[in-house]
């Protein structure tokens, strides 16, 4: 796949722009939405991101996820597989873990990736807790951005360059992440819609 990838500075209105589109998800979707985060770098004050919008729908069951998808379809949200599996740690391989549907933004709208996952699913989990970890840990979140950066500059016209460079990284500082939530406690907080 050819895609220019572009790392932008931090843009405060991405926060904005998350809202109306939860708002928008959750008049949709309603109560099949358990919640609604956002997700990614853009979710991090100060973290410089691709302009994509990332949202995470957590719902009870992935086996009834057309309550959800059902609705976001008809609105013209765009869905190219029944289901899909995050990749971690190089594996693929089809795990109820890494289990998700992925939407898009509806055709010429701003881009937004939609991530459905299922709750107390390590992919699930994995979104919030890195987030809340770059939102927390000012150095871990310079250093990913560097390595963001630096991806981008060398696979400036090659997304999956861009990401087979970053994703090592990404999950090296999970393992972090995944330390510094248990030091603090950590727990999904309540800033989803």
């Given at each position: 796949m050819s895609r220019a990838v572009v790392v932008e500075d931090y843009r405060p209105h991405w926060a904005?722009?998350?809202?109306?589109?939860?708002g928008r998800i959750r008049a949709l979707v309603g109560p099949a939405a358990i919640r609604?985060?956002?997700?990614?770098?853009?979710?991090v004050p100060g973290l410089g991101a691709k302009d994509v919008i990332d949202l995470q729908i957590t719902v009870g069951d992935l086996d009834h996820v057309d309550a959800v998808a059902n609705p976001l379809r008809a609105a013209g949200f765009r869905q190219d597989e029944a289901f899909g599996y995050d990749v971690f740690r190089g594996n693929g391989a089809p795990d109820l873990e890494l289990r998700k549907v992925f939407l898009r933004e509806p055709e010429g709208e701003r881009r937004a990736h939609i991530?459905?996952?299922?709750?107390?699913?390590f992919n699930q989990r994995y979104a919030?807790?890195?987030?809340?970890?770059?939102?927390a840990a000012e150095d871990a979140r310079a250093a990913y951005e560097q390595l963001k950066r630096e991806a981008a500059r060398i696979f400036p016209d090659s997304i999956d360059g861009y990401l087979q460079l970053?994703?090592?990284?990404?999950?090296?500082?999970y393992?972090?992440?995944?330390?510094?939530?248990?030091?603090?406690g950590w727990r999904p907080g309540d800033d989803y819609r």
């Open positions: 904005a722009e998350f809202t109306c589109l939860a609604i985060d956002h997700i990614g770098s853009t979710a991530h459905v996952r299922e709750i107390g699913r919030l807790v890195f987030r809340d970890y770059l939102r970053k994703d090592p990284g990404f999950h090296i500082l393992a972090a992440a995944s330390l510094w939530a248990e030091k603090v």
